[in-house]
């Protein structure tokens, strides 16, 4: 589905990926870890499309989605690609079902749409009762089931997710792992996961390593069958 070719990016005299080639399949989890500074969050910004790359590119199916002009890749960032956070980034101000309708409503779709949606991913990921509440009234892992939904409104072709559970304690951090895996079984969900989390990793089909902006391993586990 998704296809990275030869991708180097720098700030400044510091190279922090060189010459990245990596292809992203359809409805897998893919972890990538490594040591910190390895380059890890900036690729996924990247194939996220937050960033561009100074030498390389991105392919989504057959578009290069580098040669997009600004305002037609912002609408393809927003209709192909959910973003979760490790600090889940929800707007305080707005009440959990309105955070998650905001992608949506952001790609033009009706207000009563967009709303029924986002109440059928909370519902889906069990915070029917938390819906009207604000950020600030939600515990941490409700924070990030939050995150999560809003990832998912728009029906995203890929998910990326950096440290999802970097912030959360053990139970909460097995139940997001838990949903992300459902997510994958279920709606064959893409997922591409940076994680120093040895249990989130642990539930991927394929793991990337990197180290000093190079990728240094690629481990395909056990080939799991979807329903």
Known sequence: MINIKNVTKA???????????????????????????????????II?????????????DNTDIFRLKD????????????????????????????????????????????FEESEKLLAMLGLSDRMNHK??????????????????????RIILADEPTGSLDSHNRDEIRGIIASLR??????????????????IADRTVSMEDGRITGEVLAEVKNFV
């Open 185 to 202: 079984d279920s709606l064959r969900q893409t997922f591409v996961i940076v994680t120093h989390d040895p249990h989130m990793a642990s």
């Open 48 to 60: 996220g499309s937050l960033d561009r790359p100074d030498n390389g590119s991105v392919f989504f």
């Open 11 to 45: 700030y400044g005299p510091l190279t922090v990926l060189h010459d990245i080639s990596l292809t992203i399949p359809e409805g897998e989890i893919m972890a990538i870890v490594g040591p910190s500074g390895a380059g890890k969050t900036t690729l996924l910004q």
């Open 135 to 156: 950020p600030a009234q939600l515990s941490g892992g409700e924070k990030q089931r939050t995150a999560i939904a809003r990832a998912l409104v728009n029906k995203p």
């Open 71 to 114: 305002k037609d890749l912002s609408r393809f960032r927003n209709l192909n690609i959910g973003f979760v956070f490790q600090f889940h980034q929800l707007l305080p101000e707005f009440s959990a079902l309105e955070n998650v309708a905001m992608p949506a409503l952001i790609a033009g779709k009706k207000k009563k749409e967009a």
